[in-house]
Nanobody, 127 residues
């Protein structure tokens, strides 16, 4: 059974950091483009970041540029999202998603491009 499992969410104060993990089971992430998305209450799901399957090319949404870093460890079959300088606007459920695509870029990948999704992990930024 192909599965993605996110972890690492929680409650953090403004200015704090969290590292989210997206672990795959039942398949290897090596040839998959991985994206992170988030959905805040009452808002549409939005793309946060993505990483290509080859070359490690990354992309970030404007609100998180310079604060978030996506990375992958194929040996651990896991993708990470390091989130620094968090603010209340970052509060959301964070989802990782995967699509099998041998690609050096993930630019322009929309949510409908991905066919595997995790269950999400809650991130709450509040004092």
């Amino acid at each position: 059974q192909l599965q993605l499992v996110e972890s690492g969410g929680g409650l953090v104060q403004p200015g704090g950091s969290l590292r989210l993990s997206c672990a795959a089971s039942g398949f290897s992430l090596e040839n998959y483009v991985i994206g992170w998305f988030r959905q805040a209450p009452g808002k549409e799901r939005e793309g946060v970041s993505c990483i290509s399957s080859r070359g490690g090319s990354t992309n970030y949404a404007d609100p998180v540029k310079g604060r978030f870093t996506i990375s992958r460890d194929n040996a651990k079959n896991t993708v990470y999202l390091q989130m620094n300088s968090l603010n209340p606007e970052d509060t959301a459920i964070y989802y990782c998603a995967a699509v099998r695509r041998p690609s050096y870029s993930c630019l322009g990948y929309k949510s409908y491009t991905y066919n595997y999704w995790g269950q999400g992990t809650q991130v709450t930024v509040s004092s």
